[in-house]
């Protein structure tokens, strides 16, 4: 287990130094955001209108693509990868005046990421759209759930202005990654951290 306790220590430094934010990037536009664990909220209220941005950065990192390094080089001189948490994220639209919630499931496709210069496509996707009851924590399945896969291209279109116009946005979608990806950073050297300690109890 000593072995195990001084990887850890050293794990933790090397990860320490490499860490891009001591404190979580700010998403632009107002967005407050809410933290508990792995799961994050942003928040941002509109003219009568409240839009949160639920995520997990559990799952959050897409597979390695293993390019084979050549033989000659030495582990250490491999470059590491930058890693990228790309979530799954839940946008819910609540009007004042409803008793409904729009619920929009938004993902960032795996091929899409890092497409720079594509100033056309939209760097995530809406999977899917539903109902759900305002308050509710427990969402029905019996509510319509509309998959976007079949759907008409214009009325897709018109969803994506309706939450590019309440911030959910390219721009938005960004800067979730690049928050995402420093919170999961973050939990991750904590999760080292806490392994270490349970490591060394005796």
């Known amino acids: 287990d000593k072995a195990f306790a001084q990887f850890l220590?050293?794990?933790?430094?090397?990860?320490?130094k490499i860490q891009k934010h001591k404190a979580l990037p700010k998403v632009s536009g107002g967005w407050e955001l809410e933290v508990h664990g792995t799961e994050a909220r942003l928040v941002r209220k509109v003219a009568g209108e409240k839009i949160t941005v639920t995520f997990n950065i559990n799952n959050s990192i897409p597979p390695a693509v293993d390019d084979e390094a050549p033989e000659e080089q030495k582990p250490d001189e491999q470059e590491e990868p930058d890693i990228t948490s790309t979530p799954n994220f839940v946008v819910e639209v609540i009007k004042d005046d409803t008793k409904q919630t729009l619920v929009l499931d938004?993902?960032?496709?795996?091929?899409?990421?890092?497409?720079?210069?594509?100033?056309?496509?939209?760097?995530?996707?809406i999977r899917e759209?539903?109902?759900?009851?305002?308050?509710?924590?427990?969402?029905?399945?019996?509510?319509?759930?509309?998959?976007?896969?079949?759907?008409?291209?214009?009325?897709?279109?018109?969803?994506?202005?309706f939450l590019a116009d309440r911030g959910v946005d390219n721009t938005f979608a960004d800067e979730l990654i690049e928050l995402s990806t420093a919170l999961e950073h973050q939990e991750y050297i904590k999760f080292l951290e806490d392994l270490k300690s349970f490591v060394k109890c005796q």
Request: aromatic letters at 12%.
């Open 9 to 16: 220590t050293d794990e933790i430094k090397e990860e320490r």
């Open 106 to 125: 938004c993902h960032y496709p795996e091929d899409e990421v890092g497409h720079e210069g594509e100033e056309e496509s939209d760097i995530f996707t």
């Open 129 to 161: 759209v539903s109902f759900q009851p305002t308050g509710e924590s427990d969402w029905k399945d019996t509510n319509y759930t509309l998959n976007t896969d079949s759907l008409d291209w214009a009325l897709y279109d018109h969803l994506m202005d």
